[in-house]
């Protein structure tokens, strides 16, 4: 889980670098006079676009990877968590709940026998 976490880190961190040197380069080829000043921009704009675009792939299939490994390992869910402990609250309380009136039983049988005597 981690080593997927830290390439996504890194992926998302080379996109960061890209855009910037993407605009570095645009910069550079206006300078150069090989590209407008309006052709720069967009080639910058389309260079982001699609790495936005490549960001989201990037997510979707990390995701994607994540739920199938949890599966595979057959983790609980949080839900499935969740609903494992409300139902373990609720059989405690019915334990208590039985506990306590098996306890008044006892001490009940117990006043009886000691009345017959």
């Excluded at 609980?76 to 969740?82: D, M, S, Y």
């Excluded at 409300?86 to 000691?114: F, P, Q, T, V, Y």
């Amino acid at each position: 889980m981690k080593i997927i976490k830290k390439a996504f880190l890194a992926g998302v961190g080379a996109m960061s670098l890209s855009r910037e040197r993407t605009k570095a380069i645009a910069d550079e080829l206006v300078k150069q006079g090989k590209l407008r000043e309006q052709e720069g921009r967009a080639l910058v704009e389309d260079m982001l676009r699609k790495a936005s675009s490549a960001k989201k792939d990037l997510e979707r299939t990390v995701n994607q990877q994540v739920s199938t490994a949890y599966l595979k390992i057959n983790l609980a869910t949080q839900e499935q968590l969740k609903k494992m402990e409300r139902r373990i609250r609720e059989l405690e309380r019915e334990l208590g709940k039985k506990s306590k009136s098996s306890a008044r039983a006892k001490r009940a049988a117990g006043n009886s026998r000691d009345k017959s005597k």
